[in-house]
């Protein structure tokens, strides 16, 4: 089978095609755009993979994705703007590349006839919960505009579904981690930080909660339903990791070899959802459940930064 996967020189993506290329004889194409968080060092390592090959282009580009897409039999679409703080400052590249890019991509898939089209979101479309948690056909309530366009591209996809038949499946994850995260996101941002002696930026009271998945589980997930799912459906991911940004932080200090003098207490972000909370039976009713102790893979997480300062020091310099 030939995979055809938007926005993989970026973290989950390329997590996802290295899962892909471990497990599968399938052969995958990347599609970037390689802004500022699409780096093609990400995957360099995989050019000499013969069932690997690299196509730099952008998702809102009709010619350009019809170019690249043909030919093949599934799209997995991970391409998306998805940092918070980045929305706030400058909203309209994220509605312009979540909900424009994600319109193109499903109107060639439809016009190619793939076989299947995977759309990847986030828990972030449901919004802040204070008790239980969320399943896949609650209401949508996003409170940014990067979750606000996340929710929009996820109706858009459904949409090519329902008017078009194409066979359109959704993953809703939460917080992933692991190697080859951008570093303005909070743990390998924190992580890199504490490597070099300065100081890392806590919001509010710090209590904020985040469901953290190591990110080869929740690439696990993602393949599980790209494979399994049942068409027109949509699947949360998510490890039941619901941890205090504060504990997080206490976490990689102690990893770091750091105290708490080295965290700098912050005004609480605008809009600030409290709690994300997701149920995951359905994907595990697929056979799917995560594999990692998140301790362990928070290690595993530290060391990889630890060993890779060629990957990410120049990201923080530029």
Not at 15 to 28: A, I, K, M, P
Not at 120 to 131: A, K, L, N
Not at 217 to 235: F, M
């Amino acid at each position: 089978m030939r995979l055809f996967v938007t926005g993989a020189a970026g973290f989950i993506g390329s997590n996802y095609v290295r899962y892909v290329l471990d497990h599968s004889d399938d052969e995958v194409t990347v599609f970037d755009a390689l802004t500022y968080a699409g780096n093609k060092a990400t995957v360099a390592d995989l050019d000499d993979n013969p069932r690997f090959s690299f196509v730099h282009g952008d998702i809102t580009d009709r010619e350009q994705v019809a170019a690249a897409m043909t030919g093949h039999h599934q799209v997995v679409h991970f391409a998306a703007e998805s940092h918070v703080d980045r929305s706030i400052d400058g909203p309209d590249v994220f509605v312009h590349t979540n909900c424009d890019g994600t319109n193109v991509v499903c109107d060639i898939a439809r016009q190619l006839e793939v076989d299947r089209l995977l759309h990847i979101s986030t828990d972030e479309v449901y919004g802040s919960i204070d008790e239980g948690s969320f399943t896949e056909t609650d209401p949508l309530e996003p409170r940014s505009p990067y979750s606000a366009s996340k929710a929009g591209s996820d109706l858009i996809a459904m949409s090519y579904h329902t008017t078009y038949d194409v066979p359109v499946v959704i993953t809703r994850s939460s917080n992933n981690f692991g190697p080859w995260q951008y570093p303005e996101k909070l743990i390998p941002l924190f992580t890199t930080n504490l490597f070099d002696g300065g100081t890392v930026p806590l919001y509010g009271d710090g209590m904020n909660v985040r469901d953290w998945c190591y990110v080869v589980d929740n690439c696990a997930g993602v393949d599980t339903v790209l494979r399994r799912g049942t068409v027109g459906e949509i699947y949360n991911i998510g490890a039941g990791n619901e941890i205090p940004n504060k504990e997080i932080t206490a976490r990689l200090l102690e990893l770091t070899g750091r105290d708490e003098s080295a965290i700098t207490w912050v005004e609480d972000r605008l809009g600030h959802d409290r709690r994300y909370s997701i149920d995951t039976a359905k994907v595990e009713a697929l056979g799917w459940s995560p594999q990692h102790e998140f301790a362990d893979a928070l290690a595993l997480t530290v060391e990889w930064y630890r060993d890779n300062r060629w990957w990410w020091e120049p990201l923080k310099s530029a």
